[in-house]
Nanobody, 125 residues
Framework: QVPLVESGGGSVQAGGSLTLSCTMT????????MGWFRQGPGMEREWVAS???????TYADSVKGRGAISKDNAKNTLYLQMNSLYPTDTAMYYC???????????????????WGQGTQVTVSS
């Protein structure tokens, strides 16, 4: 059973919105740091947002004010709502789970132990 599965990606016009979901197995979900990363064409994977075990959310400057990360403990699911999308938001979006309860101040790929396979978001102008 795949521990993390993303969904909700797709094609949208600039200015539109999308909500990504990441469903985890109960063993993977736990009570700890979770996050979203993205990797655009020809770009390195970058951190987008993360949420601590206590629900405190942090965002990269590139999505601050446009993104909202949340989780539903009853459904073992992590969400990322993105509004006012730009073509520069086009990327493969990945959810990830860290081993610790609190997320690092500047999350990096190596901080996260479990990863999903990604869901593609394409924003057209």
């Amino acid at each position: 059973q795949v521990p993390l599965v993303e969904s909700g990606g797709g094609s949208v016009q600039a200015g539109g919105s999308l909500t990504l979901s990441c469903t985890m197995t109960a063993d993977t979900y736990g009570a700890g740091c979770m996050g979203w990363f993205r990797q655009g064409p020809g770009m390195e994977r970058e951190w987008v947002a993360s949420i601590d075990g206590d629900g405190t959310a942090t965002y990269a400057d590139s999505v601050k004010g446009r993104g909202a990360i949340s989780k539903d403990n009853a459904k073992n699911t992590l969400y990322l709502q993105m509004n006012s999308l730009y073509p520069t938001d086009t990327a493969m979006y990945y959810c990830a789970k860290a081993g610790g309860y609190y997320c690092p101040l500047n999350p990096e790929i190596l901080d996260f132990r479990w990863w999903g396979q990604g869901t593609q978001v394409t924003v057209s102008s």
